[in-house]
């Protein structure tokens, strides 16, 4: 049991009671019951140590000698970086707000063998052999189910193939004169939008064995506007074997509601399966007397002056194509003057030799004159004529 004893200090202490417990004075020295309290402030006797607070009040402050020198610098700096406004009146207007619509663009006539198109069977020139066979066909409904058309460039087989279609998709056919006034027909027609149920496919870019069994699956899906649904391959001779072999199967039994018109330069290189599937018309060259007939009448709907002189120069140059014709014809109309087209410029134009000269030379050759001869020769080499054509041109 604990006891009381003496600590050695002047203190009593009880072992049998924790240290926090005992009586007597605390950690500071003093007694529990002592209450240490802060001590006041001493007064100041100086009377020069007084401050009256109500001075301030009445003291004026001025900003300027309140800024430091670090913010005079910073002021001063911010002036020189700031830009010098000029006064209201010297500034230039702003610049006008961009209009919403830009001006529209003048409207560029198209060449001249897109504007003039033929849109039915009779305003094709020079392929009667085609064109009246396909109208009685049309006219007596024995139309097959696939055509091969063939012949030189620009002679008219894809113009020829878009009127079949045409008469075969027009809402009173089919019919070997469109009525022009339907919808079909405005679709299909010079300048129209097209129809989503006549198909053009370039053979060129599009030949290959995917596109042709990509064609051979789309074939069996019906129209959607229209009677048929017309594919025309365009450059056929470029459809490779297995494009081909991959139609062979529905280019012979098609569904009735599929048309196909192939077009091409080399009808050699179209496979023979293909042809024997196929109605052949081969399109040729058109005549000199019907293109140039055909040439004047297009001078005197664009209201343009000609010599005679010139059509024969054009038709020359096209080689019998419509449309290198119409070519040739739509870039001398282009840089024609207000009196027209003289042959002069014609033949400036085209690189042919004129006709004084091929004259001169032919009379020096029948009066055996072989200076003169050679003089036109060398007439021929200054003006820069290209001797080649220069005796293409004699011997015609």
């Given amino acids: 049991m604990g ?36 001590t006041e402030p001493t007064p100041v006797d100086d009377p020069e140590m007084e401050i009256d607070l109500d001075e301030f009040d009445e003291i004026p402050i001025d900003p300027e000698e309140g800024a430091s020198a670090d913010d005079e610098t910073a002021e001063a700096g911010a002036e020189a970086a700031a830009p010098v406004v000029e006064p209201a009146e010297t500034l230039a207007p702003p610049p006008a707000a961009p209009s919403v619509t830009p001006p529209a663009r003048p409207d560029t006539p198209l060449a001249l063998y897109r504007r003039y198109r033929p849109d039915a069977f ?11 066979p396909l109208q009685r066909a049309l006219t007596n409904n024995r139309v097959n189910h696939a055509y091969l058309f063939s012949g030189p460039r620009g002679c008219g087989k894809t113009t020829s193939a878009r009127i079949l279609a045409r008469c075969l998709n027009c809402e009173q056919g089919p019919t070997p004169t469109p009525c022009g006034t339907c919808q079909s027909c405005r679709d299909l027609a010079r300048g129209g939008a097209g129809s989503i149920d006549v198909i053009e496919i370039d053979a ?4 290959g064995v995917d596109e042709a069994r990509d064609l051979r699956e789309r074939a069996f899906f019906a129209p959607v506007h229209s009677r048929y649904k017309i594919y025309i391959i365009d450059e056929a001779h470029m459809v490779t074997t297995q494009g081909f072999n991959a139609l062979l199967k529905v280019v012979e039994e098609p569904p009735p509601h599929v048309k196909f018109i192939f077009a091409t330069t080399e009808p050699e290189k179209v496979i023979g399966t293909i042809r024997s599937r196929t109605h052949h018309y081969p399109f040729r060259l058109v005549p000199p007397r019907t293109l140039t007939a055909y040439l004047s009448e297009l001078c005197t709907a664009e209201g343009v002056s000609v010599d005679d002189a010139v059509l024969p120069l054009v038709v020359r140059a096209g080689a019998g194509s419509v449309r290198d014709s119409l070519s040739v014809l739509d870039q001398l109309l282009g840089g024609a003057a207000e009196t027209g087209v003289s042959y002069q410029q014609a033949t400036r134009l085209l690189g042919y030799t004129p006709d004084s000269l091929l004259d001169e030379i032919m009379d020096a050759f029948a009066a055996g004159d072989a200076h003169g001869a050679f003089a036109c020769i060398d007439k021929v080499i200054e003006v820069g004529q290209d001797p080649r054509r220069f005796a293409e041109d004699l011997l015609r």
């Fill in 204 to 207: 060129a870019s599009h030949g």
């Fill in 122 to 132: 009779d305003q094709v020139i020079g392929q009667e052999h085609v064109t009246v």
């Fill in 3 to 38: 006891g009381l004893f003496d600590d050695g200090e002047g203190d009593v202490v009880d072992d049998a009671l924790p240290a926090c417990d005992q009586d007597g004075p605390d950690l500071f020295g003093t007694e529990p019951d002592e209450l240490i309290l802060p």
